[in-house]
């Protein structure tokens, strides 16, 4: 053996490294118990032959009791005990110092994937979840050894419930979860983790010890670096819709912007089929309380990610089915039903779906979709006649009813109706009719926060005309005499929006008409027209209305 190999010998079992003859012990090294790769490593303190870990053989100056001849005299009889007791443990395998030494530094990859084979096979599920966490722990920057770690992990715990029980009681995700932030950035090791709390969460008790545990804030935070990765995000949805069901669940999802996240991820992989799959299963199970027997009403990028999957995969009949399933449960509140009715093109792939589709039984749920809608059609429309008579009441000249009241009673249906564009415009005729007639009352419009709703209305309904006529008509009648509100609808992007209608209905006269009139009244809130032109450009950079 050369001298290096001799010297990495005695280090590995405790020996002095400087004795010439026989080496002198001076560490006890034992393998630790729940933890094979690691060793514990105790200094030995001998008469005249080790102190501290140090050699007294070879410095003989730190021995506090050299030259003292009766202390050397039972030198020879403990170095026999000594040599004895070396023998009778010569079997017992050793290494090198965990501490200052540590060998798990330079332990290869091999070498782990043995000893860990070796332990599972073995079938003893506590000691060998201890082991992997250890190692991640320890070995938190090798993206080697933590990956292959993880996956195994992933595996046990898929195959076994001893393994997934060894994993909730010592609570081993909480470190997992932890040492995993040195790697959030990579989207390999994240997509595993995401599968691996999967397969933990195949049981209720054990869905609410994770989101307990932060496993939920941990794969929103995922969607939020990882959105673009399908991978990533396919792992991460079909875990999320495993919890989803949990009344525990649902509430962190919404407070974490859950919901926002699964509508973004659906909207960037729209031709990913799980991934519409999973999203809608999970809008469908946060919106629905089962002990409450309610349903939450639908935000418009819910109905939009909702919606767009069909037609995205209006041949697919697992998502067409899903959907269908989605829509069904939504429409039991009846506001949903409304919002969904109405987007573009729905009730059209639904009748094609009762035509073509293959599958019986996601033509059976088209056609009762289409039967509700149909009957949410009809009362409506019966509910807005009934409306506009009452608004044509109010309008009507009673001496009993003062002009402040009748201002209050047409402002309070915009928010009850504003899922009826036909109401809204009879609203936006009326107040203008009304301010005409009684000029002092437009401070109730102004104080009451309807200008923000015209404008957000404006904004939303861009592509019907009367909705944009009605409104500039009756914000020029209300801006016209006072400056404070001139100066409200430019910072509420009120020219945006005169800009935006202007521009998509450049043939309609009632819409530029009306739109020019309110451009006139807000220009007087720039000091020369030059600057209001120019402030203009950047809303209109194509000058389209000016082509008008």
């Not at 050793?94 to 084979?117: A, C, M």
């Not at 470190?175 to 989207?187: E, G, M, R, S, V």
């Not at 509700?372 to 000249?397: A, C, G, P």
């Not at 801006?479 to 005169?498: F, I, T, Y």
Request: hydrophobic share 35%; aromatic share 6%; proline share 3%.
């Amino acid at each position: 053996m050369s001298s290096e190999q001799i010297r990495e010998e005695r280090l590995r079992k405790g020996l002095c490294v400087e004795c010439q003859g026989v080496p002198t012990k001076l560490y006890d090294i034992k393998r630790a118990r729940f933890n094979p790769l690691s060793f514990k490593k105790t200094k030995l303190n001998v008469a005249g032959e080790s102190l501290d870990g140090n050699c007294l053989k070879c410095h003989p100056h730190l021995d506090p009791y050299h030259g003292r001849t009766k202390i050397r005299r039972g030198l020879r009889k403990q170095r026999k005990q000594r040599k004895q007791k070396s023998k009778e443990q010569s079997n017992i395998k050793t290494t090198e110092e965990e501490t200052k030494e540590p060998e798990l530094e330079i332990i290869s990859l091999e070498k782990i994937r043995s000893v860990v084979e070796d332990l599972s096979n073995a079938g003893d599920s506590d000691n060998t979840t201890n082991t992997l966490v250890q190692i991640i722990k320890e070995h938190s920057e090798n993206i080697e050894i933590f990956e292959f770690c993880i996956h195994k992990i992933q595996d046990l715990c898929k195959g076994s419930e001893d393994y997934r029980n060894s994993m909730l009681s010592t609570g081993a995700l909480n470190d997992i979860l932890q040492a995993t932030k040195t790697h959030f950035k990579n989207a390999v090791i994240q997509e595993l983790v995401c599968n691996t709390i999967r397969s933990l969460c195949n049981t209720p008790e054990s869905r609410i010890m994770l989101s307990r545990s932060g496993a939920l804030a941990y794969i929103i935070n995922v969607f939020v670096e990882h959105i673009d990765n399908e991978d990533v995000v396919s792992a991460g949805l079909c875990c999320l819709r495993k919890f989803s069901p949990n009344s525990e669940a649902r509430e962190p999802i919404s407070v974490l912007s859950g919901i926002d996240y699964v509508c973004k991820a659906m909207k960037l992989h729209s031709n990913v089929t799980n991934i519409q799959q999973d999203g809608c299963a999970i809008l469908t199970n946060c919106a629905i309380d089962v002990e409450k027997q309610q349903v939450t009403l639908a935000s418009d990028v819910e109905v939009e990610a909702i919606t767009n999957a069909m037609f995205n995969h209006q041949n697919n009949p697992s998502v067409v089915s899903q959907v269908c399933f989605s829509i069904t449960s939504f429409n039991h509140e009846e506001r949903n039903v409304r919002r969904i009715r109405q987007v573009d093109g729905i009730l059209e792939l639904l009748v094609k779906i009762t035509q073509y589709c293959e599958d019986s039984r996601v033509k059976e749920d088209a056609i009762g979709i289409l039967d509700i809608f149909e009957t949410s059609e009809s009362n409506d429309y019966y509910l807005e006649n009934q409306v506009l008579d009452s608004i044509s009441q109010i309008l009507v000249e009673d001496y009993r009813t003062m002009p402040d009241e009748k201002m209050r009673q047409v402002i309070g249906l915009m928010d009850d109706y504003e899922w009826s564009s036909k109401v809204f415009v009879a609203i936006l005729q009326s107040l203008n009719k009304l301010c005409q007639q009684y000029p002092i009352q437009k401070e109730i419009v102004i104080r009451d926060q309807v200008v923000k709703n015209i404008i957000t209305r404006m904004k939303k309904c861009a592509d019907f005309a009367p909705i944009q006529s009605n409104g500039f008509e009756l914000l020029g009648e209300i801006m016209k005499d006072d400056d404070s509100l001139r100066s409200m609808v430019l910072d509420m992007d009120g020219c945006e929006a005169v800009t935006t209608a202007m521009t998509k209905h450049i043939r309609n006269k009632a819409v530029q008409k009306a739109g020019r009139g309110v451009l006139n009244i807000l220009s007087k809130e720039f000091p020369s027209e030059e600057e209001f032109e120019c402030y203009m450009r950047t809303w209109n950079p194509e000058q389209k209305i000016a082509a008008a």
